[in-house]
């Protein structure tokens, strides 16, 4: 079988409050409401499926469909019956936040930090260090969600960034 470069798909996040989070992430970062929160139990039709993805103990689940501007998905589920078990208030920036293991961060491309760092702030996020610029012309941030979820903003792609990184290296191995 050959090897493949697999494409991002989606995200998921569990919060307390669903509607709430979709109008964050909305408002925040543009996203794309795909399918509004919809509350599915699991004896609607949709029930088998529940029951097989996550097991029968889900018994009722709010899920909303978003969309990025590159069309990869972020789903935000609030869990009904048993109800959502997490955070319920933000998480504080510190070591164990970053080095407990598992997902500690995901990034988005935006076309203006400061102005999504902002607007992250005004609708009830918060930074969690300074808006850096980690490569010449480019800039980026660590904000948090109104749940603790710890989202990068940045001007540029992945590619760019770490070709940027490339270049600023190789000039300095070349000038020596």
């Known amino acids: 079988m050959a090897t493949y470069n697999a494409n991002f798909n989606h995200i998921a996040l569990s919060v307390p409050d669903g509607e709430s989070a979709v109008e964050w992430y909305t408002k925040v970062l543009g996203f794309k409401v ?3 929160l919809t509350l599915t139990k699991k004896t609607d039709p949709q029930g088998p499926l529940m029951t ?3 097991g029968s103990e889900l018994n009722q689940v709010k899920l909303a469909i978003l969309s990025a501007g590159n069309d990869v998905g972020v789903e935000i589920f609030e869990f009904v019956d048993p109800p959502y078990n997490g955070p319920t208030r933000r998480i504080d920036w510190n070591p164990n936040t970053y080095t ?3 997902v500690f961060h995901f990034c988005f491309t935006v076309p203006d930090v400061e102005a ?3 607007k992250a702030v005004a609708a009830g996020g918060r930074i969690v260090g300074q808006i850096t610029e980690p490569v010449p012309g480019h800039k980026a ?7 603790g ?3 990068e903003v940045m001007d540029c792609s992945f590619n760019q960034l770490f070709l940027s ?4 290296a190789l000039d300095k191995a070349l000038n020596q």
């Not at 941030?141 to 749940?147: A, E, I, N, S």
């Not at 990184?165 to 600023?168: D, E, G, H, P, V």
């Open 34 to 36: 795909i399918s509004p």
């Open 141 to 147: 941030c660590y904000t948090q969600d109104p749940w």
């Open 116 to 118: 999504t760092v902002a």
């Open 100 to 102: 407990q293991g598992g």
């Open 149 to 151: 979820n710890t989202i």
């Open 165 to 168: 990184n490339f270049k600023t």
């Open 52 to 54: 097989a993805i996550y």
